[in-house]
């Protein structure tokens, strides 16, 4: 999604800009672009298609006396990949950058005749013509008017050209963060922009018109209010978001893992059972349920796919996992007596927060796991539970995925505990052997060179299959997501039982089957399965606990896995698939990190 910056104050402002518009280029985009306020020549645009990194080499000699700017990285929606759809839009004495889609964008056009000055395909340069034409010299009265008729989602960024030194602000759903510090005031779409100079923070509260000025930013509320919003401070330091040697952020987040899932576990357990009263979870939240309801997108949703194996096969409460962007449009069977479970590593995927919303319209509590602290939809849950993974650059999830399954085991284990369906022994049993998540993959971790070699044998198939039962075919979802995202191969998961019933017409000579074998109670079938692909010519990877291969007859390949508990072997399993995917896109020479048509938050709908 749409990556935005704009700072006012001593520090030289196109270099703010170009640095922090790097920063979020893990957000994804396909063009880049700069406005500035001169002393001398007003508002000055420089914007184009392509990297981050060519928009610096075009502003290099730009020489500029800035008091202020604005910058974006354009992740299009509304009209083409052009220089000209790029942001920053100028429209008379108004210059801005949008993340989000105003829905409305075409009557704005009609009923205030707009079209005549317009060049672009973009919603945005539209709000940029409205503001120009109701401009009367108070920004705020003209943004506070004009925002009053956008319908949609909005972040924006405003400079007027006759207030040099400041920057105007106002959100809806987009996400936006700002900071004031010693040498001038910061405004950005997440963290990672801004946290260079500044730990501490505020979320921008949405429908406030923000003023920065070099030495303060005023927030207002639309009649005028000034509020003083809560400071937050980031619970991660700079050198998590950067990738400290590895070659792309992916693989040195998947070897993040082990002590991503310390961090999520250990302050969640108390004298060896699930402790949530530091998060404000107490044992009421989970007394009256009756059923539950996930609702996540993509490998969010993967996650909670895991938690409700473990849920109905150990506790026997009912679980749906919903596709958010399918449960909001849906009238959903839930109530007050639904605990709905949303997953969330951003906390800004605009179809996961409308399913939210529906839920509590709906009388459910929301109880919500998210990586981002003060995004969104942890703000507007009735219940945070976060993770603790730090700061995930990748677009492809991997440790806030492994985190997400550790959360969702707790309050499992929690569930399970004040409904008195597991016993204290039980609960510490299982809580000690969730505590050993981490070691289990710094094992798995070990055997890397063995996955990369499968990678290299399989990055130029045109299609690959992973089957499973039970929790590892809930993995084989993950998996195919993953390998699909950053290689662009054709993946797909299947239940390895339902091969048969017409998929298994696909197997011929040669074609990669990933078969994930850990479930104990259902190992001989796979097994049966994995002979019926084997029969018509796969080419078979078996991901199982075998101390020995099986005969040769089975798999061209065996990855064994440490001997771990059913339950537990997700967390091994997910390392070894994440590391297919990343060593296969690596093995041919994609950008691992920021995969083509990818957002890291899906901010639009
Ligand atoms: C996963 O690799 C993708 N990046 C994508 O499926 C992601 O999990 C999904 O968009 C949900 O994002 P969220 O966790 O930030 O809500």
Redesign the pocket.
Known sequence: MCGIIGFTGTLPVKDVLIDGLERLEYRGYDSAGIAVLDRNEGIVIKKQTGKVSGLREATENMELDAVCGIGHTRWATHGGVTDVNAHPHKCGQVALIHNGIIENYRELITEHGLKDRLVSETDTEVVAALLDKMYDGDPFSTIRDAVKKLAGSFALCIMFEDQPGKIFAVRNVSPMVAASFPEGSIIASDLTALISFSKKYFVVPEYHILTLAPDQITVQDMKGKTVTPEILEVNWDIKSAQKGGYPFFMLKEIYDQPEALRNTVTPRVKDGLPYLVDDGIDDTVFEGIKNITVV??????HAGMVGRTLIENKLRIPVNVEIASEFRYKDPIIDSETLTIV???????VD?LEALRLAQRKGSKVLSIV?VKGST?ARESDYVLYTHAGPEIA???TK??TVQIAAMYILACKIGLVKHLISEEEARAFIGQLQNAGEIIEKTLERADDIKRIANHIMTAPDVFYIGRGLDHTMSVEAA??LK?ISYIHAEAYAAGELKHGTIALISENVPVIAIATQQDVYSKMISNIREVKSRGAYVVLVSMDEQTPDQKVCDKHIRLPEIQSEFTVFATAVILQLIAYYTSDAKGLDVDKPRN?A???TVE
């Open positions: 996540a997108c993509g490998t969010a949703m997953l969330s590593q951003s906390g800004e995927t996961t990586n939809i677009v492809a999830s806030a995925y997501l993953k995202e990818l890291k938050s899906v």
